[in-house]
């Protein structure tokens, strides 16, 4: 994929073309200035695979956690990681994002953010989640009774459809897909 993003698009992109679950890690990203170990890998290898270089995954990562742990401890404690999920330290290996299979299988603990909100959040926050993507309604409904059968992936596929006014007949299997898929319909 040669499409490429800048840290200074995120925002705007969130609200266009992020899957819930990449919206819902940047707003407490926002909020926090801190994200735990298992959003920063999720949440990181999506933006690089979404075409956020590495120079850029440092300002974006940067300019966020210097506001908690200040810009020092950045470099010494939490900058090898993103150096490392692009390869550029340890084995270098080059790590891809991970699947919504992968992330519904997660098990995010206490302060944790990642996972799949169709599979970790309660009902009232998926609600309120749903809410401020402008989802309502019958759709709305019929996300909720989706995710009451276990059908995640279904239910993030609806909020794709309902939030893009497109059926998506491939489906939701990865969040970068669900950011692709998005790109293409706006474009
Ligand atoms: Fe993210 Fe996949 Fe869950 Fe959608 S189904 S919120 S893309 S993990």
Known sequence: ??????????????????????????????????????GRMQFGLFLKGAGLKLEDALTFWRSEFSQKVGSERFDKEYAYTIRHNYG????????????????ISATPGVGDHHGCPYRHFGEENLRAALNNMGVGGNALE?????VKNRHYQLACTMTFEATHGVSCDTGINHPNQYFSESQKVLQ
């Not at 550029?88 to 992330?103: H, V």
């Open 1 to 38: 994929d040669a499409t490429e993003i800048s840290s200074k698009d995120i925002d705007q992109l969130a609200r266009t073309s992020f899957p819930l679950c990449i919206r819902h890690m940047l707003e407490k990203l926002r909020e926090n200035h801190h994200l735990k170990h298992g």
């Open 88 to 103: 550029k330290e340890g084995k270098r290996t080059d790590y891809t994002s991970y699947s919504c299979q992968k992330i």
């Open 142 to 146: 019929g996300i909720l009774d989706k």
